[in-house]
């Protein structure tokens, strides 16, 4: 066994049965959003992501569940099956924030011109704090405010 796979497995076993089924909801919600990125029209994705019944009361935002969802999405995208881009990340984030009676999360796609190639990126925002992405990173990039322009 390589020393790599080592450390993971050493990691993995460090973790508690909460982690590990976060882990699980993460590595389950980011297939299902790179599957509707796959299948669905691009204009419906948003609309997609909203379908996600609320469990539990809306209202105070709990800090560490929304810490946690970052988390786990943050690690089972490294660390998973696949390596899902940006926008799939981002919804995953949202659906299962929502999932959490968290439904104020807005998903954020911004544009930039870097060495002369276009970018674009997508993040989740939760009354103004970055979730699951580096805030110095975001704001690289020019915020469309108007997401109408995906459905061209």
Same mark, same amino acid.
């Given at each position: 066994?390589? @020393?790599?796979?080592?450390?993971?497995?050493?990691?993995?076993?460090?973790?508690?049965?909460?982690?590990?089924?976060?882990?699980?909801?993460? &590595?389950? #919600?980011?297939?299902?959003? &790179?599957? *509707?990125?796959? $299948?669905? =029209?691009?204009?419906?994705?948003?609309?997609?992501?909203?379908?996600? =019944?609320?469990?539990? #009361?809306?209202?105070?935002?709990?800090?560490?569940?929304?810490?946690?969802? *970052?988390?786990?999405?943050?690690?089972?995208?490294?660390?998973?099956? $696949?390596?899902?881009?940006?926008?799939?990340?981002?919804? *995953?984030?949202?659906?299962?924030?929502?999932?959490?009676?968290?439904?104020?999360?807005?998903?954020?796609?911004?544009?930039?011109?870097? %060495?002369?190639? $276009?970018?674009?990126?997508?993040?989740?925002?939760? %009354?103004?704090?970055?979730?699951?992405? @580096?805030? *110095?990173?975001?704001?690289? $990039?020019?915020?469309?405010? %108007?997401?109408?322009?995906?459905?061209?």
């Amino acid at each position: 066994m390589s @020393s790599r796979t080592g450390r993971w497995l050493w990691r993995l076993r460090r973790l508690t049965g909460r982690d590990l089924r976060l882990l699980v909801e993460a &590595q389950v #919600e980011l297939i299902a959003c &790179q599957w *509707a990125k796959w $299948f669905r =029209p691009t204009g419906e994705l948003l609309a997609w992501s909203a379908e996600v =019944p609320p469990r539990g #009361e809306s209202g105070g935002i709990d800090v560490r569940a929304v810490e946690s969802v *970052a988390w786990a999405v943050t690690r089972a995208a490294a660390y998973g099956i $696949f390596r899902p881009r940006c926008l799939v990340r981002s919804l *995953a984030i949202q659906r299962m924030l929502r999932r959490r009676g968290i439904d104020s999360s807005t998903l954020n796609i911004g544009v930039r011109i870097r %060495d002369g190639a $276009f970018e674009a990126h997508a993040w989740v925002e939760l %009354d103004g704090v970055v979730i699951g992405d @580096s805030r *110095a990173h975001v704001q690289t $990039f020019t915020r469309m405010t %108007d997401h109408r322009l995906v459905e061209l």
